[in-house]
Nanobody
Framework: QVQLVESGGGLVQPGGSLRLSCAAS????????MGWYRQAPGKQRESVAA???????NYADSVKGRFSISRDNAKNTVYLQMNSLKPEDTAVYYC?????????WGQGTQVTVSS
């Protein structure tokens, strides 16, 4: 049993910042890639950022230069630092962790960017 618990979402003004956290717990030997997806109202779920166990990162073009993904392997935790937030960043953000052949998902956390 693996669980991913997300935190850090909320309401922020355009131009502001938020930091999301996602901690994995349960039966874990090692975690491969971790990352974040988001789903905005009326839109498809899209990949936001990912980070491998070795620290290599990938970002969606829409967030490059504004978002930064990192991880703490000792804590089985992945973070998403979101700066210069825009209204179009409003979405439910879901973290994931690839463990063995399975992809585990967090429960989602709401991020709302509005003035």
């Amino acid at each position: 049993q693996v669980q991913l618990v997300e935190s850090g979402g909320g309401l922020v003004q355009p131009g502001g910042s938020l930091r999301l956290s996602c901690a994995a717990s349960g039966s874990i030997f090692s975690i491969n890639t971790m990352g974040w997806y988001r789903q905005a109202p009326g839109k498809q779920r899209e990949s936001v950022a990912a980070i491998t166990s070795g620290g290599r990162t990938n970002y969606a073009d829409s967030v490059k230069g504004r978002f930064s993904i990192s991880r703490d392997n000792a804590k089985n935790t992945v973070y998403l630092q979101m700066n210069s937030l825009k209204p179009e960043d409003t979405a439910v953000y879901y973290c994931f962790a690839n463990i063995g052949s399975l992809r585990h998902w967090g429960q989602g956390t709401q991020v709302t960017v509005s003035s």
